[in-house]
């Protein structure tokens, strides 16, 4: 079955740096998301994205959040200045049109702001 | 806004036995969808089961069967003959029917199938 890839697997980053967060959904695919998931919480929504833009976008996706899909082919996520409050497993996800039912995710990048 | 809660944070089974897993949802819309999702460690989250609110009927996937309670808002996800390869974090899950609407994710179960 295709597989969305999310890379690194595990990034570890200083408070305050900006992190570039990557991932390639399924080639045919046409939303896509962020969720993240802090230890021992619920997995959140952060943003979806169709047709080059944003779609919706929780609370949590302030200012220091942007997504982007540079190439056609990667989807990545931005945290300009990052905070404690930040370190987070982060997990991508796509789907094609209509298929309303099934979204296929990543195995996710765990992020550590130290 | 609509929250999804699962009460079990781990649950342990024994191998070949059937276990449970509870979820319960809060909405006030009539048409959506519920999921259940596993992630095996290191994996990435893959759907096990899904139900439609419009379909009485419960869902069933070789194995794993819902109990889909629309009135008491209720959607356990029951595992028969569980294996070793089961074990994994359980989500609970819930979408509007919107064709772009987000995924809501309960907090997960974890469960641990003991040989």
């Known amino acids: 079955e295709p597989e969305v890839t999310q890379t690194p697997s595990h990034q570890v980053t200083q408070m305050g740096q900006e992190v570039i967060l990557r991932c390639v959904p399924i080639s045919n695919h046409l939303y896509f998301y962020w969720y993240r998931q802090i230890l021992g919480q619920k997995v959140e929504f952060l943003v979806s994205f169709y047709n080059n833009e944003i779609s919706e976008k929780s609370e949590i996706f302030d200012d220091q959040f942007s997504v982007e899909r540079p190439d056609g082919s990667n989807f990545t996520l931005k945290i300009r200045s990052t905070k404690l409050e930040d370190s987070a497993m982060y997990f991508c996800?796509?789907?094609?049109?209509?298929?309303?039912?099934?979204?296929?995710f990543g195995q996710g990048t765990r992020l550590t702001v130290v | 806004a609509q929250t999804v809660t699962q009460s079990q944070p781990e649950m342990s089974v024994q191998e070949a036995e059937t276990v449970t897993l509870s979820c319960t949802y809060d909405t006030s819309e009539s048409d959506y969808y519920l999921f259940w999702y596993k992630q095996p460690p290191s994996r990435q989250m893959i759907l096990v089961i899904r139900q439609e609110a419009y379909k009485q009927q419960n869902a069933t996937e070789n194995r794993f069967s819902v109990n889909f309670q629309k009135a008491a808002k209720s959607f356990s996800l029951k595992i028969s003959d569980s294996q070793l390869g089961d074990a994994a974090m359980y989500f609970c899950?819930?979408?509007?029917?919107?064709?772009?609407?987000?995924?809501?994710f309960g907090k997960g179960t974890r469960l641990h199938i003991l040989p």
């Open positions: 899950a819930y979408r509007n029917r919107r064709e772009d609407d987000k995924i809501i």
């Open positions: 996800a796509s789907r094609i049109p209509g298929a309303t039912l099934k979204a296929f």
